[in-house]
């Protein structure tokens, strides 16, 4: 059982930046692909980025890549969503999860465990 909990979240102006952090309970952290999915009202929850349990490999949604880097630190358990250069159109609500597989995955049905998000609102 892995338990998640984002934080991190707020309100921004358009052209800011936020980290999002999620912490991780559990010694198995290492053994665990994460992922930062994201979701708004009436839509579907949509990948944003991954990462692989070594943290070697990074996936990224077309819509963020150059702007949001995902990290982790396995020994902190935590994983990391750096948003640079945000726009109105990334408001939403946040969630980590964790798939209990060597490598990430753009697909929500592939991973095991999700927090209960925090809300990132960027203002125009």
């Known amino acids: 059982q892995v338990h998640l909990v984002e934080s991190g979240g707020g309100l921004v102006q358009a052209g800011g930046s936020l980290r999002l952090s999620c912490a991780a309970s559990?010694?198995?952290?290492?053994?665990?692909?994460m992922g930062w999915f994201r979701q708004t009202p009436g839509k579907e929850r949509e990948f944003v980025a991954a990462?692989?349990?070594?943290?070697?490999?990074?996936y990224y949604a077309g819509a963020v890549k150059g702007r949001f880097a995902i990290s982790r630190d396995n020994a902190k358990n935590t994983v990391y969503l750096q948003m640079n250069s945000l726009k109105p159109e990334d408001t939403a609500v946040y969630y980590c999860?964790?798939?209990?597989?060597?490598?990430?995955?753009?697909?929500?049905?592939?991973?095991?465990?999700w927090g209960q998000g925090t809300q990132v609102t960027v203002s125009s």
């Open positions: 999860a964790a798939r209990r597989w060597e490598s990430g995955s753009y697909y929500s049905a592939d991973y095991d465990y």
């Open positions: 559990g010694r198995t952290f290492s053994r665990y692909a």
């Open positions: 990462i692989s349990w070594s943290g070697g490999a990074t």
